[in-house]
């Protein structure tokens, strides 16, 4: 393949578009409702549906193939869900058992077919999207484009006349019930939808591609959405990009790192769509894996700022009368010497909670003090603490050596109005249990 | 040839029950095979006697490695699986066996050939990468476990499936066989494989053997597990590591497709037997072995039959057995149940109403049939079933054709159920404050499971009652 020619790429993107957005508009939903290997399932059981259909009727046209493969996909959701109820076996170990069987059996069909037909178990896998451009020799409209266009129609109404009641029976079925929408059906509505498209991907995309479509874009939309109608978008952009980037690199990428010929578009497909999830994973604004350590990291970056105002506090509250400020080694053997301590003594200097005393000598020369705002700053945590503590002391029987350690992970989460109304339910106390003043509440600093 | 006619008859059922081909034309009645199939001849091709005979007796080294190799992957895979099962992880050896493909095409990438060891040590690698991704996924809030199977499944085979799309322009002939490892290829297997697989089973029972405990408590409760000091990550890692061990080498006979099929099957099927672990893992282990012997044997014995597909089936077998077998968690056997307790149901509402009618008509009399079939709305067959249940039981007796009256011992029965019911009633109106009107139908269902042990506290708490006390809200055939 030399460049991008519009009358074969064309077609082949074409229909990886189509199937990926088909599958992907039922994904989402299977990823709500919790099912998204119903989809697996289904996809691995269309298969003895497909052989039967065959071999009963003789031909290859798409009615009893569909007819098959359809029955075989409802068969599937309703014999897992009779092993599951009746056999008592776990959902996924009995939908395991019986999409496993299935295919085995429409495995042994196919070979017993293979001799003389071009069902050929490798196609079931990889699909052969690369042959639709043959197809469109001497024709307007590829059959299978046909076929996908008219199913990713049947997917797109569906979702438009039942979007609230599918909303509704997917988020709460028991509301939907009530509400007069029966959920069963719509289940099943789902299910005999996903046969239908699983179907018509299998011979040009095969069923990995579907797999992967049915899942990938619906959780990769589900990390960055909670609305349902945005998931639904941003699911299909990442079909739509799947689609194209996927065909790209199967088609040139082999070629740009010196090796000969292409590679199958469909699990290329499958491998882009993997690829932006992954994005989704580290990216994602909320629920992503850069994000939660960036908050984790702030958090705990803030809890040692917290640590370290107090300690200095605690260190002048023991020296009324001057003393020498206390050594930054010291500050850090008590809190525990590492980067993120180090990095946070540093912000709080340079925010003007801590200033450095160099009129030590010796030992001394990197003495640590609170600033005036460093000092209201860690007042409001050392009342925090001690507030805390009494109001434990009261309400709760616990022994006076256990109030600190709760009190040490609360001081941080505890506002002014919190500390105002423990005062206010202690009566203004002095003293904690342990018999330290509670410091006064202070301006704003 | 016709001696056999018998033994091969019955193969023949066999096969055709697995199958269920819709066959139209069976070929073993007609003897020798024709070489030109038709499209429309999906009949299979029978093996002659001497074929039979090699392969049950084991003539055929080729064949005797294939049986001994998958019969100790079944066995192997039983005890890992009992294990996976129980822990609800049956299904991450559906993402690992699917992470296994892009391995083997990698080795095979750098390797530039065929070296079966060496491919295994990809598949394993990607293999546990597949699962520790799984593990990953999961920690993130937004994807269950069940997605992230998914995900894992098939963007870790498309990887697998783009590599092999390379190999395949980038040589001939050598890459043929990758293919095997998706849908097996057990007529491939030399017995060094077969060694493989036997020194695999063999580590394998003997980690269950040696972690029992640990891997009971893991599965049952690994909470209390943590509590009495079990390590439970480590038990957790060892377990899939062995599920990886019998995935890896079972890929080439099986295929990474429906090898975790025989990971799944014969654990649940197990499960339908007992409550036991023991005896389930060594019944699983048992189905798991035969699964791997009948399925081999037959695919060697018949053409075109995939090995790893006719193993799955026969477990399918196995298992679909089990869910209508079992003594006590079948299907049969439940149904049975059920049908006898509707049964006994059945004739103590009969006995009672009997007992109903008695008080208006005086003991002894001869009760037309009709009103008893006035007393409850039952269908007249369902009726002339349960009279005749009665008679035989020796409750009842039909001296004409319309009348019935009760023998001694079948008052005795009826008027027991009778102050059962009226007992039931009464405690329901006095001390739970239930209206008398209400009361009737929810006697109606509690009456058959009273024991005499609540009769008699019911008797402590209602001292006023002896006899059949009246009813509290009207006789029901009176009304």
Known sequence: MTGWQWDIDGWIVLAGILSAVSCALLGNYLVLRRMSLMGDAISHAVLPGLAIAFLISHSRSSVPMFVGAVSAGLLTAVLSQTVHRYGKVEHGAAMGVVFSVLFALGLILIRQAADHVDLDPGCVLYGNINQIPLDAIGSALPPPILNLGIVLLVNVAFIALFYKEMKISTFDPQLATTVGIPADLMHYALMVLVSVTTVANFESVGSILVIAMLIVPGVTAHLLTDRLGAMIAVSIIVAVFSAVVGHVFAAFGPAWIGLPGSTHTSAMMAVVAGGLLLIAVLLAPRHGVISRAWHRLILSLNIIRDDVLSLLLRWQEVRPEGGRPIRQAEVLAAIGDSPLTRWSLRTLVRSGYVMLDRTGRGDDADGMKLTASGLSRATGLIRSHRLWEAYIDKHFKLPTSHLHLSAERVEHYITSEMRDEMSADLTSPQHDPHGRAIPPEQGEG | ?479
């Open chain 2, 1 to 479: 040839m016709y001696s056999l006619r018998t033994a091969r008859s019955l193969l023949a059922l066999a096969v055709m029950l697995l199958v269920s081909v819709p066959a139209a034309s069976p070929a073993w009645a007609s003897g020798e095979p024709s070489r030109s199939r038709s499209i429309t001849d999906t009949s299979l091709q029978w093996p002659s006697g001497e074929t039979l005979a090699r392969v049950l007796l084991f003539r055929d080294y080729n064949t005797r490695v294939v049986v001994i190799g998958t019969t100790l992957l079944g066995a192997a895979a039983g005890v890992i699986g009992t294990f996976a099962y129980l822990r609800k992880r049956a299904l991450m050896g559906d993402a690992l066996s699917h992470a296994t493909l892009p391995g083997i095409a990698i080795a095979f990438i750098l390797l530039g050939a065929k070296s079966l060891p060496l491919l295994l040590v990809g598949a394993t690698i990607t293999g546990v990468l597949g699962v520790f991704a799984v593990i990953g996924l999961r920690t993130i809030p937004r994807i269950r476990e069940d997605a992230a199977i998914g995900i894992v499944l098939s963007v870790f085979f498309g990887v697998g499936m783009v590599l092999l799309g390379v190999i395949q322009q980038m040589r001939t002939g050598q890459e043929a066989g990758l293919s095997g490892f998706i849908y097996g290829k057990a007529a491939a297997m030399l017995a060094a494989d077969a060694w493989l697989i036997g020194v695999a089973a063999i580590v394998v029972v003997a980690g269950c053997g040696l972690l029992f405990k640990e891997f009971r408590a893991v599965c049952f409760d690994p909470q209390f597990a943590s509590s009495i000091g079990v390590r439970v990550h480590l038990v957790d890692f060892i377990m899939m590591a062995l599920v990886v061990l019998t995935t890896v080498v079972g890929l080439q006979a099986v295929g990474l497709i429906l090898i975790v099929a025989l990971l799944i099957i014969p654990a649940a099927a197990a499960r339908f037997w007992t409550d036991d672990l023991r005896m389930m893992t060594i019944l699983s282990a048992v189905f798991g072995a035969l699964s791997g012997y009948f399925g081999s044997t037959f695919s060697a014995l018949l053409p075109r039959l995939p090995t790893g597909a006719v193993i799955v089936l026969c477990a399918g077998g196995v298992f679909g057995m089990s869910m209508l077998l079992a003594p006590k968690r079948g299907l049969l056997a439940a149904s049975y149940r059920h049908w006898a307790l509707r049964r006994n149901t059945a004739y103590q509402h009969l006995l009672r109403a009997l007992a109903e009618l008695e008080e208006q008509f005086g003991e002894g009399a001869e009760i037309p049939s009709a009103r008893l079939a006035g007393a409850r709305r039952w269908s007249p067959l369902h009726m002339r079933s349960c009279l005749a249940a009665a008679r035989r039981r020796g409750a009842i007796e039909r001296r004409e054709q319309d009348v019935i009256t009760l023998t001694p011992s079948g008052r005795a029965q009826a008027r027991r159920m009778l102050r059962n019911h009226r007992l039931w009633e009464l405690y329901l109106i006095r001390h739970a404050d239930i209206a008398p009107s209400h009361v009737d139908r929810d006697a109606d269902d509690v009456e058959h499971v009273l024991s005499e042990g609540i009769v008699r506290e019911l008797e402590d708490e209602l001292t006023d009652i002896t006899g059949v006390p009246p009813s509290p809200h009207g006789s029901r055939s009176a009304s």
